[in-house]
């Protein structure tokens, strides 16, 4: 497919992506949850001529991105800005999905052209925001939050153990100046934690950042409402795939899978607790990785997680 705008995100896991969730029948419906660059979707749209795409970003610039690109595909490919847990809570729609596909995180395009902070490397304000239109920036979260709070949030989300240090200084440097770029923010850690610890593999403010953009965007609530949402919207004998890149992202689709994977030694009849609803078979007992190959090729693939699981028909015991 031929398109005059640069991709800058490599979608990840491209074939076992479109092995695990290629659609079994004519004319069903995948939604892509994260759409990005729709590079995912443009590969299942023209592997699959009947094939009909839903594809949701919380950000509006995703989408513009990603329209031009599912342009030839005409209305097989419908997009909507969402919030994927939003979608599927509040999904009344008489057709149920049968594929659903989440690529977790944020795109390549978000650390070099989204302008909005994602990256330590740049100078650009730190707001971190993938909807712009709603909710507090990090240059709130950071120039506001108390430090006990602050340094909670750096440790659960960046399991960052620097993170009391990073807090205390990121107080005393806002006490001076407010900070209102990537840069200064990324100067503060650097220079919060201990020598030896800027010369490591990662740069030190990486796990603050990351913090910073799950802690704006509520991610991780996203995930696993999202997700229960989602097991209850998809098409008995449906499949959902989830690619996760950290493993606070990966622990929750874990969890959730297994909270509602089907064992087969249970009678078939037993009476099902709320939560267990719907059932699923987990087809990925361990989570699939890229090849050596295409982490060779694709850095940034290189910590994918892929899993996935299918609905159980609704005579087994499915809602
Ligand atoms: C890793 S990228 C997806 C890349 C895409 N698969 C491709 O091949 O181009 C993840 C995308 O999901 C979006 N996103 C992240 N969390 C979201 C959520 N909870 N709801 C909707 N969109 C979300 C981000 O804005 C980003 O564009």
Redesign the pocket.
């Known amino acids: 497919m031929v398109s005059v705008m640069e991709?800058q995100?490599?979608?990840?896991m491209p074939t076992e992506v479109l092995e695990w969730l290629s659609p079994a029948e004519d004319e069903e419906l995948l939604v892509?949850?994260?759409?990005?660059?729709?590079?995912?979707?443009?590969?299942f749209l023209d592997a699959h001529p009947t094939l009909h795409v839903i594809g949701?970003?919380?950000?509006p610039r995703?989408l513009e991105r990603?329209a031009t690109r599912l342009a030839p595909f005409g209305d097989r490919a419908e997009l909507r800005q969402?919030?994927?847990?939003?979608?599927f809570s509040n999904y009344a729609a008489e057709r149920a999905p049968t594929r659903i596909?989440?690529?977790?995180?944020?795109?390549?395009?978000?650390f070099s052209g989204s302008g909005r902070g994602f990256s330590f490397r740049s100078s650009e304000p730190l707001d971190m925001r993938?909807d712009p239109g709603s909710g507090r920036s990090a240059e709130e979260l950071v120039n506001t939050m108390d430090e006990k709070e602050l340094a909670d949030v750096i440790y659960a989300y960046g399991e960052e153990r620097y993170s009391r240090r990073i807090a205390e200084r990121i107080v005393r440097e806002r006490s001076q100046r407010s900070i209102g770029t990537a840069g200064e923010l990324a100067d503060i850690v650097w220079h919060a934690v201990p020598g030896k610890y800027r010369h490591g593999r990662i740069h030190p403010a990486t796990r603050t950042f990351q913090a910073l953009r799950i802690a704006v965007?509520?991610?991780l609530e996203?995930?696993e409402r999202?997700l229960e949402a989602a097991l209850r919207v998809l098409a008995p004998g449906g499949r959902i795939g989830v690619?996760a890149?950290h493993s606070l992202e990966d622990r929750r689709v874990k969890h959730c899978f297994r909270a509602h994977n089907y064992r087969s030694k249970e009678p078939r009849d037993a009476p099902m607790s709320l939560e267990r609803e719907p059932l699923v078979y987990v087809l990925t007992k361990k989570p699939l990785m890229p090849s050596e190959d295409e982490r060779r090729r694709n850095p940034a693939s290189r910590s994918a997680r892929f899993r996935v699981a299918e609905k159980l028909q609704e005579r087994e015991g499915a809602v």
Do not use: C, K, Q
């Not at 969402?82 to 979608?87: P, S, T, Y």
């Open positions: 991709y995100h490599t979608p990840v892509d949850g994260t759409l990005g660059e729709g590079g995912h979707s443009a590969l949701l970003d919380a950000d995703m990603a969402a919030w994927f847990d939003e979608f596909l989440l690529d977790l995180g944020i795109s390549s395009f978000h993938l965007n509520g991610e996203r995930i999202g690619i890149f």
